[in-house]
């Protein structure tokens, strides 16, 4: 064994194990254990396959979401040029359909979320606290 390399390096661990393998039997339930004994491994190899896996489903589904992300970024895209053309042509009419679509914008965004004071407290909370400071100083 070269110098350097461990024993579970990637050059010294020959393996036939596939990933699928291992969720399909930790899907129906199996532990970790019972998984390395069925297929001749470790409990380690098999943490590492479903770790493996889940980093490849956490993957799939960022990039599914980005693209979705993206599609409705489009469509929000061209919903603002039509209204924006009807806005230019005069049609008042066009300002609520904007708003709409603005607003599609900003929560696709997430700037849909209340800002925050520096002491953490929501800004319809601060507002509320104002307000019933100022009722009881004219009471």
Not at 44 to 58: S, W
Request: with cysteine; proline share 1%.
């Amino acid at each position: 064994m070269p110098r350097g390399k461990s024993k579970t390096h990637a050059d010294y661990v020959k393996s036939d194990i596939k990933t699928g393998d291992v969720i399909e039997l930790r899907t129906r339930g199996f532990t970790y254990t019972e998984i390395a004994a069925k297929l001749g491994c470790s409990k380690t190899n098999v943490g590492y396959h479903v770790k493996k896996a889940m980093a490849e489903q956490r993957a799939s589904n960022l990039e599914s979401m980005e693209h979705h992300q993206e599609v409705v970024r489009r469509r929000y895209e061209k919903m603002w040029r039509t209204v924006d053309d009807l806005l230019e042509a005069g049609d008042i009419a066009a300002v609520d359909r904007g708003v709409k679509v603005l607003d599609g914008i900003r929560k696709l965004y997430g700037l849909d979320a209340l800002p925050t004071t520096e002491k953490g407290e929501s800004f319809l909370d601060r507002l509320a606290g104002l307000v019933r400071k100022s009722e009881s100083d004219d009471g």
